[in-house]
């Protein structure tokens, strides 16, 4: 079958020699109109109304099971005085229908264990309302409950008046807690990237006139006009039976009758072209850093799930990895800061398809990295790339698609799901891993560079360019507008020649020099909530503790912790931040022969990731690679350890960028910071201030402090979770980290008990600083008490109850906040002790009576005591998300990681379920009784201009 043809201009006339149309696909791959295959495992009909229906149904053994009813009615189908009605209806969703009046469908929900923002949720944007339901361990009758709620959603809200009314401030107040400084920057790079379209006057947020005063009659009207059969999609996903489910979403949806209100497929269309080069200057006085944000947008001329687009988007993905590596190559010659451009294209809507870079300059000259931007786009245009440099990313393409592919039956059934409603939102194709390695191997058969070349010359002559400077606001007078468009047009009307720029390319052998003599081992009872959970406890010859996990049911990547004692306490012992910088330097400097760039390609290479970490009392590393993998992690660990390098240049770098954002610290930070600096003794050594980074240390300080901080690998547990079995596992960690030798540098004694502990006192403190129309508030309370791992569970319950009770009182009934939570942390060490930590934001004229509210919620649960329902409904909302966490290898390493390789805490891990089982209402409100509530301290963020609220 013939496809279309791609033309792609080289300056008005067609590259001799070059194909411009994608080359002949095998048969399976084809369909009429060149419209690519749907993913074999997919289900998709119709009812008679109308209704899309998308089943990926899998192991009936995954209990997971993924709903989504995606409604085609965002702000975007909103009148001029509807603007917010979308997001309003989604609000009222939650407020009652015919079958579940006032909040049943959510109570029902909550009685199986399934909490509200967790698996519960609803999004407005620009073009859908999607409402969500995750069931992670479903059962028939969950799934029947769940697609009874949804229908009921689609076709059967109440709108009752008085929940409206309430309603309209919880949405106030949800714009609200968005106030502040990434509000105001991320509001003129929305105008800036939908100049021309409806998006730019169509905040899905609406305007609050709207939603306060629209009469409940237009919002009905709405919900009326959209919520029609024939807009709207069913997705389930997951362990379910087919046939007994198509039966169930007959009853359900089958009886909604077909409307004529349809909603279009082209939305988001770019109407007005206006200006191609569109600048715009954003600065602000709580912007610390400065970059540039370069947005490249160009309309297409036909969807995304066609194989002619698909060809065109797999040749820029090529051309755009090898601008990433150039850009990365002027970083490492202090061209840029940092610099990066996505090699993805984000598609803003159907039609509309965006290229996004970001570049940090030198010395903060925007209009220097603009102009060396724009000349390597320009460089991209008039040179061919190298063989060599398309067989590079080639290379790294395939093999992460290979991996991908491999791995697709781990994929969870969120994420499938959620790409197959992005594919029906924005026109995508819908395939696995499989077809999508097996397009582009035939893809990469015909690709030469003049393809990568061609599709720059079309992209330049086609798209439109927005340009975005952000920085502090002391910025504002030293740049404009037309020197910003300058610089991009000086760039592109350069000489340019080939990329001269090289990485010189240097091994990565996997031959490690561990040691051979056997570790210990000691087998660990960890089977949690799997029945096929196994773990042990290796001891290596030079001491390093390494605790091992298996679980071939674990849901995501190999995840590695080496944890030390010592963390920030150290302090005091170096300079404030120097432990932090210590870990950190490195990993911009590099590791020995391999520079900053190559450390990156390795990541990119093998998929993996490794970064420090340093708490009060912990340092140490973490990483997370995929199962191939773990062998290069571990040798990058290992050169991190022995071999790390550091450099004067970085360290200056990143000492004046920490002394630029200390003058523009956000509001919301210096508030938090207040409050540990009142609330906290010595909290002085938790927070990072101006005259902390007076004593500026040297690079070779720093690796004197390195070589004391990771010198002794006894004092090193290594803590590793993954679906490889442990012998594996544990001969890899044995490998890479057994040749760890103890340095010559005197290590230090573990950690220091800084006397950091809560001020055990009322006190109350408020903060004129505040830039924005809310107040922040912050309520705290602590008190003496004993740690154990029962008490850890018993205070999981009553932070679930709290914030049940807190959520009803100061949301639902009083319509004051739109999110609150009370955290409850029972410390260990280096003394026991409980703090809990209740936050919410709403208008400052409303801060005073809901802070006294949220504590008369608190000191009732004390004096009067959880319910028996309340006491069930807690326990199994820690039940179920305990086992959503034991799924996980980052919930197994980062336990492991805290026990320390203690035999008695790794002990606990494995008997936690049978404590939260055996502990009792009267055990659970006596807790409550010795801790909660005391010692109230109440901290408020208010705005500078109160006449802004």
Same mark, same amino acid.
């Given at each position: ?394 290379? @790294? *393409?395939?093999?992460? !698609?290979?991996?991908?592919?491999? =791995?697709?039956?781990?994929? /969870?059934?969120?994420?499938? &799901? %959620? ?119 290796? @001891? *290596?010859?030079?001491? !390093?503790?390494?605790?091992?996990? =298996?679980?071939?049911?674990? /849901?995501?990547?190999?995840? &590695? %912790? ?135 240390? /040297? ?251």
């Amino acid at each position: 079958m013939k496809l279309l043809q791609i033309f792609m201009l080289a300056g008005g006339v067609l590259l001799a020699g070059c194909q411009t149309s994608p080359p002949e696909q095998p048969e399976s791959m084809i369909v009429s109109e060149g419209r690519l295959p749907l993913r074999k495992d997919m289900v998709s009909y119709q009812l008679d109304n109308g209704l899309e229906i998308r089943l990926l149904p899998r192991s009936v053994s995954e209990k997971n099971v993924e709903m989504r009813l995606l409604v085609k009615a965002g702000s975007l189908q909103e009148t001029e005085n509807e603007r917010g009605l979308a997001h309003f209806v989604e609000h009222m969703a939650f407020k009652g229908t015919e079958d579940f009046p006032g909040q049943e469908s959510f109570a029902q929900l909550e009685k199986e264990g399934i909490s509200l923002g967790a698996h519960v949720n609803a999004i407005t944007s620009f073009n859908s309302t999607t409402y969500q339901l995750s069931l992670p361990d479903a059962t028939d009758k969950q799934i029947d409950t769940g697609l009874h709620i949804l229908s009921q959603w689609a076709f059967a809200m109440t709108f009752d008046e008085q929940a409206v009314e309430k309603e309209r401030e919880v949405i106030v107040e949800e714009w609200r807690i968005r106030q502040g400084v990434g509000q105001r920057i991320n509001s003129e790079l929305d105008d800036l990237r939908y100049r021309g379209t409806r998006m730019a006057v169509r905040s899905p947020i609406g305007l609050i006139e709207v939603v306060r005063n629209a009469p409940l009659s237009r919002a009905r009207a709405f919900y009326e006009r959209w919520y029609q059969p024939q807009n709207m999609v069913l997705l389930v996903a997951g362990g379910f039976d087919e046939d007994k489910i198509a039966t169930q979403i007959n009853d359900y949806f089958g009886s909604a009758v077909k409307g004529k209100q349809l909603a279009t497929k082209e939305w988001g269309k770019l109407q007005e072209k206006g200006e191609k080069l569109k600048t715009a200057l954003i600065f602000d006085a709580e912007q610390p850093g400065r970059f540039v944000q370069i947005m490249i947008q160009r309309t297409l001329s036909e969807p995304m799930n066609t194989v002619n687009s698909q060809w065109r988007d797999f040749i820029e993905q090529l051309w755009l990895a090898i601008l990433n590596q150039r850009l990365t190559l002027m970083v490492d010659h202090q061209q840029f800061s940092r610099a990066s451009i996505r090699e993805q294209s984000v598609l803003l809507s159907p039609s509309l398809q965006q290229h996004l870079a970001i570049l940090y300059p030198v010395d903060g000259d925007y209009e220097d990295s603009i102009r060396r931007f724009s000349r390597e786009l320009h460089r991209l245009a008039k040179v061919p790339v190298s063989q060599a440099e398309l067989d590079a990313v080639r290379n @790294v *393409l395939l093999q992460k !698609l290979a991996r991908k592919s491999a =791995s697709s039956a781990r994929y /969870s059934s969120r994420y499938l &799901l %959620n790409r197959i409603m992005d594919a029906d939102s924005f026109q995508l194709p819908v395939m696995d891993k499989h077809q999508e390695l097996e397009m582009v191997t035939t893809f990469l058969q015909e690709v030469t560079p003049s393809h990568l070349q061609a599709s720059v010359q079309s992209m330049l002559q086609e798209a439109r360019v927005n340009i975005a400077l952000i920085g502090p606001d002391s910025d504002r007078k030293k740049i404009q507008e037309q020197t910003v468009a300058s610089a991009w047009e000086q760039g592109l009307g350069s000489k340019v020649g080939s990329f001269t720029l090289r990485h010189q390319a240097v091994d990565f052998d996997l031959i490690p020099s561990g040691s051979t003599t056997p570790a210990s081992k000691q087998l660990l009872n960890l089977k949690g909530e799997s029945s096929s959970g196994t773990g042990e406890k290796w @001891v *290596l010859p030079n001491g !390093l503790t390494i605790l091992l996990y =298996s679980d071939p049911d674990l /849901s995501d990547q190999v995840q &590695l %912790n080496l944890r030390i004692a010592g963390g920030r306490s150290l302090e005091t012992e170096t300079g404030r931040n120097w432990i932090s910088t210590a870990l950190n330097l490195p990993f911009s400097c590099g590791f020995e022969e391999y520079s900053r760039k190559d450390l990156m390609a390795l990541n990119k290479q093998y998929d993996m990731s490794l970064s420090p970490y340093s708490e009060l009392l912990h340092h140490g590393f973490r990483g997370e690679s995929s199962v191939e993998s773990l062998e290069p992690l571990l040798k990058v660990l290992n050169m991190r350890l022995r071999r790390p390098v550091f450099c004067q240049d970085q360290l200056n770098r990143i000492l004046i960028l920490q002394k630029q954002q200390m003058k523009h610290l956000p509001a919301e930070r210096r508030f938090m910071d207040a409050i540990t600096l009142a609330a906290f003794d010595h909290g002085d050594t938790l927070v990072l201030q101006p005259k902390s980074l007076a004593e500026a240390p /040297s690079a070779n300080d720093l690796k004197q402090v390195d070589q004391r901080l990771l010198s002794d690998p006894s004092t090193m547990v290594v803590s590793i979770s993954s679906r490889l079995p442990v012998k594996k596992m544990g001969e890899l960690a044995s490998s890479w980290l057994g040749s760890l030798q103890k340095l010559e540098a005197l290590p230090y004694d573990g950690w220091r008990d800084q006397g950091v502990r809560p001020k055990h006192k009322a006190m109350e403190q408020r903060f004129p600083w505040g830039s924005s129309p809310k107040s922040m508030v912050q309520i705290q309370y602590s008190h003496n008490a004993q740690w154990s791992k029962r008490n850890q569970l018993v205070m999981a319950m009553i932070e679930s109850a709290v914030n049940q009770r807190l959520r009803q009182v100061l949301r639902v009934e009083n319509s004051g906040v739109y999110a609150i939570h009370m955290s409850q942390l029972l410390a260990r060490d280096p003394q026991p002790y409980y703090l809990g930590r209740l936050n919410f934001t709403t208008a400052p004229t409303k801060a005073d009576d809901l802070a006294t509210r949220a504590d008369a919620v608190v000191q009732g649960l004390v004096s009067k005591g959880m319910t028996m329902a309340e006491f069930k409904q807690a326990h199994r909302m820690v039940a179920m998300k305990r086992k959503q966490q034991q799924a996980s290898a980052v919930y197994w390493t980062s336990a492991l990681a805290q026990s320390m390789g203690d035999g008695a805490k790794i002990e606990e891990l494995s008997d936690a379920a049978a404590q939260l089982d055996s502990i009792t209402l009267d055990e659970v409100n006596g807790l409550m009784g010795q801790v909660l509530g005391r010692n109230r301290k109440l901290f408020v963020l208010e705005p500078m201009d109160k006449r802004a609220s």
